[in-house]
Antibody
């Protein structure tokens, strides 16, 4: 079964750090680019970051640029999001998603992990 | 950055109704437009990619069209499981922005 499972969410104080992980199974992980998307409580979807299959090309939303770093370990079939200098407004459900090869549509999603930034 | 403007923000409809949701891109995105359905408490699900291609396993009542920078998602006959929130997304250039969403509620 094709599956993505996120972990690493939790409660952190403003200015703190957190690392999210996403474990992939059921498909050839290093054939696909991967993306993080977040959703604040009661709000819409926000594209956060994307990494290509090899890990040498990345992109970020302006709201997280310079604070978040996306990375991957193809040998371990894992995607990561390193989050530093966290702000209250980073509080959200964080989803990892697989980007289709042709057009980068997000065709497989994890169940999400919650990040709460609060003092 | 490309802005995606989705309308309406919400709508009320009945089972069996035909529903149309629109998304407008702030600049040309060719056909790099995707549609997702998100049921309450669940992750989003891809419905349509490249503006009009139906994702595998998605019912044929869903369809997508493009006219320039305007895109439309149509549900031909609304089913109970379709009461959800729908999002468009452009994957033409990063950041791959989403529209604000359309919540489809039961009339």
């Amino acid at each position: 079964e094709v599956q993505l499972v996120e972990s690493g969410g939790g409660v952190v104080r403003p200015g703190g750090s957190l690392r999210l992980s996403c474990a992939a199974s059921g498909f050839t992980f290093d054939d696909f680019g991967m993306t993080w998307v977040r959703q604040a409580p009661g709000k819409g979807l926000e594209w956060v970051s994307r990494i290509n299959w090899k890990g040498d090309s990345t992109g970020y939303a302006d709201s997280v640029k310079g604070r978040f770093t996306i990375s991957r370990d193809n040998a371990k079939k894992s995607l990561f999001l390193h989050m530093n200098s966290l702000r209250v407004e980073d509080t959200a459900f964080y989803y990892c998603a697989r980007a289709s090869v042709v057009d980068e549509a997000l065709d497989i999603w994890g169940q999400g992990t919650v990040v709460t930034v609060s003092s | 950055d490309i802005q995606m403007t989705q309308s309406p923000a919400s709508l009320s409809a009945s089972v069996g109704d035909r529903v149309t949701i629109t998304c407008r891109a702030s600049q040309s995105i060719s056909t790099y437009l995707n549609w997702y359905r998100q049921k309450p408490g669940k992750a989003p699900q891809l419905l349509i990619y490249t503006a009009s291609s139906l994702q595998g396993g998605v019912p044929s009542r869903f369809s997508g069209t493009r006219s320039g920078t305007d895109f439309t998602l149509t549900i031909s006959s609304l089913q109970p499981e379709d009461f959800a929130t729908y999002f468009c997304q452009q994957s033409f250039s990063m950041p791959h922005s989403f529209g604000g969403g359309t919540k489809v509620e039961i009339k």
